[in-house]
């Protein structure tokens, strides 16, 4: 033992200047316990008690002997050589004083259910940043069990991303320690975290606080989205509350003889969309947040948990995001397996599972799924996926878009995914930086949630909409600030019904679908309500009708589906078809009236004239309460708009995806000429500005749905300063969005 530290100490031995003894956690704890707080009691196992036991081990010359020339790169061989050191570290004997002292420690304090976590802490290296690198294990009972616990610590010390993130920052593999501090177990019904300043705005006067019911490891690593509570830190108002529902929850596994000591365990239907705090329980924990800051004299980042009635404070920290911009990710120390396109923000692991579309059944809740590209027919299976990689694709392309409604990450274009990634294989997908890393990365998005709830309060003159597909997201998009649906797509509701239309009218089948077509559209209609739902009528193309039910008989085989039979030109060729559609649409209005009609891919003015004629013979006739729009994604609208627009419309939205390629002659989902594919290009700023403005002139209102507002900021800034009148974007992007055209508006204001 180093002379004159201790091996074993009390949490109320050690304060908040003792780090080098006992890591961030264990000093905090110490603090936190000295000041009185309510801290579940412990004591912690210090770095000098690692040290000593690799020096009396014998150890150290074996676990330098295989770093010595391990190439960090090589992720197969970096998990083999982590894999030798755990073992040797585990396989070691633990030195009996010690071992004893660590059982006294444990039955001193009453045993039973124990947390035992990693503390690291480095000597001389005040830089390093090891959170999230190594190992905790909850729910740990008796005396032996918890010294294994913690050379299970010690031995992830030693985990692949500990040793590539220590080898590429030039550390010392034997100069970075570990305390493991050994804490009283709590049963959480309910969890979470705080911060006591706002996180994405660095705004000081705010508390705010996630929490989800079971353990707090849910928010930790990303797989449950919480509830958010914001709370004044003056007078402790409640100043905004946002409950999500919550299906499962981490629980301790009630089996003790099993492998997981803890699982998850479905919630009743009746506590699913319960808030996880009660507001007095809400005002109460503000005031320890506040107590704690006093206490530190700097914003904190707190773990908490709530067991009967009693709230426990697990953990706190120093915020370190305090910046005028949060979108800085911290370093991921994980080796990356592939990179790719971002296409749809966030971080998520899971293990893969490649798949075609004939295999999606294989995907199950958790899972990451990939695929050579994905379809319509992918949906249910993309739905049960944390986290979506596909070799071919841009951020336009299918797995792009519905990612971002689904709120998953997403990377695409990685070109060789499903041939570099193993079935099985944990990964994870960082699709706000377009990488996938070995293992699992535990990292906590401190301020998605938050984020979206502070932006979304912000009001604008030009509207936002929400582009939508999925009816189960209806009721939990309406209910954010967001003016309505700026585009309902149809495609994903007829994938669902799988049946070819003409093969259902065959069948004199045809009011079938309509009901079912219905069903869908009639969601979004009532959860809006009296809001305006922007339908865009059917897009598919003829290799995705030909995989429908029925489909290769009524549809032909083309080589390039995307330029071919499609949009309007179906409507007044395929009447019959287009009928049911209609019939539909007519259907809900019966009841709710803010469904309006957008007509796709039109290529002709005749088309729109023809087409809005075949609307107005079945009863769809512009008026007050019934608006129709055309999409503006083919050139020809942007040459003839006043042509168009004379027809007699009351809206266009410009699908920026389907323009950009066809005014660039680029295939949108190539991943060879993604870095070519760009809304910013001159030549389509010319045809936005032009479609914006002599629209306005006309008394059209003027809408945007491609991906394009979601991505660039400064493309949203034209938009709004040439007199946009909305824009229509993934559900993810909501609060950003806002933020970005009361930037764009104010600027317009001081000019």
Partial sequence: MRQGQKAIVLFNEVGKNDVNTVGGKGANLGEMTRAGLPVPQGFIVTASAYFDFLEKSTVKDKIASWLKSLDTSNSK???????????????????????????????????????????????????????????????VHGEKQVVIAVQECWASLFEPRAIF??????????????????QKMVQSHTSGVMFTLEPVTSASDRIVIEAVFGLGEAIVSGEITPDLYIVSKEKLKILKRKTVNQEVQLVKNPDAKARETNIWAPLPASVQSKPKLSESEITKLAELGKQIEDHYQFPQDIEWAKEDSKIFILQTRPVTTIRE?????????????????????????????????????????????VAEMTTPDFVPAMKRAVAIVT????????????????????????????????????????????KIY????????????????????????????????QPELAENVASRNVDGVGLLRAEFMVAQINEHPQYM?????????????????????????????????????????????????????????MLGYRGASRYITDIEVFRLEIEAIKKVRRKFKNLWVMIPFVRTVDELDRTKQLLESEGLKRSEDFKLWMMVEVPSNIFLIEKFLAVGIDGISIGSN???????????????????????????????????????????????????????????EKLVKWGINSVSVSPDMIGTTREIIAQAEAKLKTK
């Fill in 77 to 139: 061989r970096l998990q083999q050589v982590a894999s030798v050191i755990k073992k040797l570290i585990l396989d070691s004997p633990m030195p009996p004083e010690l071992a004893e002292k660590r059982e006294k420690a444990y039955n001193d304090m009453g045993g039973g259910l124990v947390a035992v976590r990693s503390s690291a802490t480095a000597e001389d290296l005040p830089e390093a940043s090891f959170a999230g690198q190594q190992r905790t294990f909850l729910n």
């Fill in 165 to 182: 993130y220590r080898h590429h920052q030039g550390f010392d593999h034997f100069k970075v320690g570990i305390a493991v501090p050994v």
């Fill in 325 to 369: 911009k949060t979108e800085v990710e911290p370093e991921i120390a994980n080796p990356v397996l592939l990179s790719g396109e971002k296409a749809s923000p966030g971080i998520a692991s899971g293990p893969a599972r490649i798949v075609r579309a004939s295999q999606i059944d294989k995907v199950k809740t958790g899972d990451v799924l």
């Fill in 391 to 434: 070799n071919r694709g841009g951020r336009t392309a299918h797995a792009a878009i519905v990612s971002r409604e689904l709120g998953i990450p997403c990377v695409v274009g990685t070109e060789k995914a499903t041939t570099t990634l193993k079935n099985g294989q944990v990964i994870t997908v960082d699709g706000s930086h377009g």
């Fill in 438 to 469: 070995d293992g699992k990365v535990t990292r906590r998005i401190k301020t998605t949630a938050v984020a979206d709830v502070i932006r979304e309060s912000i009001k604008t003159r030009t509207k936002v909409y929400v582009n939508l597909a």
């Fill in 505 to 561: 009218l065959k069948q004199n089948r045809g009011q079938e679908f309509v009901d079912k077509l219905y069903e869908g559209i009639n969601t979004f209609a009532k959860e809006f309500d009296p809001r305006p739902v922007v339908y865009r009528t059917t897009d598919f193309k003829t290799n995705e009708y030909r995989q429908l039910k029925g489909g290769e008989e009524f549809e032909p085989e083309e080589e390039n589906p």
């Fill in 658 to 716: 389907d323009l950009t390629q066809l005014i660039l002659g680029i295939d949108r989902d190539s991943e060879k000429l993604a870095s070519t594919f760009d809304e910013r290009n001159e030549a389509v700023l010319v045809a936005l500005e032009r479609a914006i403005k002599v629209s306005r002139s006309m008394g059209v209102t003027s809408s945007i749905c491609g991906q394009a507002p979601s991505v660039y900021p400064e493309l949203t």
